[in-house]
Each structure stands twice: as C-alpha cells, then as structure tokens.
C-alpha cells in the first residue's frame, strides 16, 4: 500500500508573454516571485514560481512563458479545467471587487456548498478562489507575504482544488483511490454546475485531508485536449521525501504506468508519471525548497541557475524574452 499525499505541491501551466504573466500573478492575485529560472529541459523558456511569502509546498504555481512560439493550447479531455486557491469567507467580495476593477469576468457560484470565484488569467488559463470556512483556512500552511499589493488578511492561502476533466471517471479515479490515497466525497450528477462545460463532478479528498487536498473530476464530451499556451502542463502532489516517492513509483508501476527516473528539480525531486485520462501526474518532494540557492528575502530578484548550467549563463540570458520583473502597484490598504 502506498503512502497517502497531503494533496498538491505544485500546479504548471504555460503562459504566453512572461511580463504580462508576472504582472498578473504577482500585481493582481498578490502571489510573490519566489523564483525566476529557466526550463531545465529547455533554457530558452523561463520557469517563474508564484506562492506565498516562502513559496510553501501547496501555494505554489508556476510557469513556461512560450512568448516566441505561441503555441495556442486546446481545452479537453485529459486536462487541467481550472486551479483553485483558497480565500477565507470574509474575502470573497473584497476578491470579487479586486478582480472586476481589474477588468476580468468574475463568476460567483457555490459549489457543494462553498462560495467560487471563477475568471481567467491572461493566457485563458481558469483559475477559482474558494473560500471553504474557516477551520479549512486555519490548517493553511500559507505565510502572508508582508510586501504584497493584498492586505494579508485577504491574501491566497494556498490551493483548494485542482479540476480534472477526463473522458470518463473510472480510469482516473482508481489512481487517486488506490495510488495516491483519495476518497470520493461528494458527487453531483445534477448538471446544476453549468460553469464548467461538464456537468457530471465527483470530488476526491486525500484521506490526509491538508487543506490542498481536494481534486474534482469532470467528464467531459470534449476530445483530448492539445498542450499549449493557456493550459496546464501538469499537476504535482506532495511525497514527504524520497523513500515515499520511490514506492508511489513502484504503486504507479504497478498500475501498469511508467513513471520516469527521479528528476532533481533543485527544490524539489520529481517523479512523472502520465495518469490513464491524459493529465500529467509528478510526484514532488517537499523539501529542499527555495532558500536552496537564494536567500528568503531575496526570492525571485534574479535569475538563478543550477550549477551545471551557470558556465552558460551569458549565452542563455541573452536567448531569453525581455522581462523587467512584475510590476506591482502599491498597497491598497
Ligand atoms: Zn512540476
């Protein structure tokens, strides 16, 4: 038997133009920069991570800006529909007002019985804030990040939720059940959700129960979805340290899946695995973090590399698109 994650470390998407990416997250949502890098796999593309002040395993969501090949993604079957944060209750109109004087189309809804707040970010990606109560609000890891444009009783406090859609439930949720340690919780078969473009929703919670440890299913009649700009390129869950990652490799192995080596990711290492509907699974560990090359009052500030790549630094910041760092107004307080 597997170990049981708290629920999610991290969420990727790949955005479109880094600058306008930036200015979002940090100047509207009121995430920190806690890392501006590069694709591993890829130096010409940058790798941003938002989250809290310390970049808190499960408050971060991070970022491949495509601004020279704008690739336009599809939504489908096999894909992230939306990324939900958590909100305490007595923020839901202050966020409701932040983001429609910021021009985006908000859509209040209550989904098993909790307030959503759901809009886009530039590039389409959809994004919920979700406000559960505040017993969920109070088990937040997240640490409120003092030079924020958000009054820090109003900041995001890390995921609620990731929404799945896939073409049919079973093949998806046996892997959150019997691999990673989910229970099923709530289902609406109603089609009473017309949010989404599916209307059948099962919602899992990892028997640990965190306050990032819910992941909602949709079926969806849509095709596979294509990866691109305006998607999620994958979901990752937390694995305590290595010797838990290494027998959710073996659990996932047995499913019949291939999960890769263990990839160092220098804040975490990471195991990828493809889930039979389509979305990316990784398995992250939750440590080392992000003071493992920058100090935590400098987070962000500059451009970091891991060792290997820094005898190439000067070829590889002059192939990266321009990009001043995130714009923020001041505090509105
Ligand atoms: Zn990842």
Not at 69 to 94: C, H, K, N, W
Not at 115 to 134: M, N
Not at 217 to 244: C, N, Q, S, Y
Not at 255 to 271: A, M, N, T, W
Request: aromatic fraction near 10%; hydrophobic fraction near 35%.
């Amino acid at each position: 038997m597997s170990p049981t994650t708290p629920g999610l470390h991290h969420v990727t998407a790949i955005a479109g133009d880094p600058q306008e990416n930036a200015d979002f997250y940090v100047g509207t949502l009121g995430l920190r920069f806690v890392k501006r890098t590069v694709n591993h796999d890829d130096t010409g593309t940058y790798h941003f991570y938002f989250g809290d002040e310390g970049g808190t395993p499960g408050t971060n969501i991070t970022f491949f800006p495509w601004s020279d090949r704008g690739r336009q993604g599809e939504f489908g079957a096999g894909q992230t529909q939306a990324t939900a944060y958590l909100i305490p209750t007595d923020s839901v109109d202050y966020w409701q007002d932040r983001l429609e004087s910021a021009g985006l189309a908000v859509d209040r809804t209550e989904r098993f019985g909790e307030p959503v707040l759901g809009f886009s970010d530039p590039d389409g990606i959809r994004l919920e804030l979700v406000a559960p109560g505040d017993d969920v609000i109070a088990e937040s890891d997240a640490t409120p990040w003092e030079d924020g444009p958000v009054p820090t009783e109003h900041q995001l406090r890390g995921f609620h939720s990731v929404t799945l859609a896939v073409s049919e439930f079973g093949p998806t949720a046996t892997i959150l059940t019997d691999v990673l340690g989910y229970e099923l919780e709530a289902e609406d078969e109603t089609g009473a959700d017309t949010a989404s473009s599916a209307n059948r929703r099962r919602r899992y919670r990892s028997a640990a129960g965190g306050p990032a440890s819910v992941v909602d299913l949709v079926e969806t009649d849509a095709g596979r979805g294509r990866m691109g700009v305006g998607t999620v390129h994958h979901v990752a869950f937390e694995a305590a340290d290595l010797d838990e990652q290494a027998q959710w490799r073996e659990a996932y192995a047995e499913q019949g899946l291939s999960p890769s080596e263990v990839i160092d990711r220098k804040y975490f290492q990471s195991v990828y695995t493809r889930e039979p509907g389509g979305v990316l699974f990784e398995m992250a560990t939750t440590g080392p973090g992000f003071t493992a090359d920058e100090e935590y009052e400098e987070l962000g500030s500059s451009l970091v590399l891991p060792e290997h790549l820094e005898d190439e630094r000067e070829r590889i910041e002059s192939q990266l698109p321009a990009f001043d760092g995130p714009e923020v107004a001041s505090t509105d307080e």
